[in-house]
Nanobody, 121 residues
Framework: QLQASGGGLVQPGGSLTLSCTAS????????IGWFRRAPGKEREALLC????????TYADAVKGRFTISKDNAKSTVYLQMQSLKPEDTAVYYC????????????????WGPGTLVTVSS
């Protein structure tokens, strides 16, 4: 199982870090991807970290602003978000797949419940 947390209300230009905690899933065997679903839009892939620590950014809109990292000992993957914009408002999800990253949501299972991020003044 996966549990995303850390969402909340943040002002434009602010920062927020989300956590994805895995239980009964080893980060030595699972790649973890971060996704989001904005109002009225489809769920999109943002970033992923593989079991080897390779990091891929899929969404051009977050390049240079969002980073992904992991702590295998804590079974946790982090999404550090900076320079947040109102268009970053969405429900953020994490999901797992075996070993390597893929850019489409259909390649991931299981999924955790999302955490809402609202960027507003």
């Amino acid at each position: 199982q996966l549990q995303a947390s850390g969402g909340g209300l943040v002002q434009p230009g602010g920062s927020l870090t989300l956590s994805c905690t895995a239980s009964r899933i080893s980060l030595d065997r699972a790649a973890i991807g971060w996704f989001r679903r904005a109002p009225g839009k489809e769920r999109e892939a943002l970033l992923c970290v593989s079991t080897r620590g390779n990091k891929i950014t899929y969404a051009d809109a977050v390049k240079g602003r969002f980073t992904i990292s992991k702590d295998n000992a804590k079974s946790t993957v982090y999404l550090q978000m900076q320079s947040l914009k109102p268009e970053d408002t969405a429900v953020y999800y994490c999901a797992a797949r075996p070993y390597s990253c893929e850019g489409h949501r259909s390649a991931y299972d299981p999924w955790g419940p999302g955490t809402l991020v609202t960027v507003s003044s």
